[in-house]
């Protein structure tokens, strides 16, 4: 069913403390949680709470969208598990999105670039920095 978390059983379900890949799925909004092993989506969340964060662009594959035009995973946060679905507060957060069509890598909303993270609140479409 698009657009519904779907239950999956237990032994699939994230698991609070893994590293996890994390990416926005553009055609539900939801972000899709991966296992860092084996890359399988395992769960789709309304936002995700990550620590220990780097962003991770595939660039051959970021040239195949731009020169293609089409959507294709290629952009991921790969962090530490901390939560998900728990309606975090992000008040006071920096934004940080990407944009395969501005540049090759995410950035805050003053456009400076975003490498790593100590911690991401991912939601609404977009993930949130905690400000040191």
């Known amino acids: 069913m698009a657009g519904k978390n779907v239950p999956l059983p237990a032994a699939q379900l994230p698991v609070i ?23 399988r989506v395992l769960y789709h969340a309304i936002d995700v709470t990550l620590e220990d964060v780097t962003f991770i662009v595939h660039e051959t594959t970021r040239q195949r969208v731009i020169s293609e035009r089409c959507r294709r995973v290629h952009a991921w946060a790969l962090g530490t598990l901390v939560d998900f679905d728990s309606n975090p507060d992000v008040r006071g957060m920096t934004r940080v999105t990407y944009n395969p069509y501005r540049c090759g890598h995410f ?12 911690l991401m609140i991912f939601r609404d479409r977009a993930g949130y920095q905690k400000d040191n």
């Open 17 to 39: 403390g893994a590293e996890a890949f994390v990416h926005l799925n553009l055609r539900t909004g939801y972000f899709s949680i991966s296992d860092r092993r084996t890359k």
């Open 107 to 118: 950035t805050t909303t003053d456009g400076t670039p975003v490498e790593r993270a100590a």
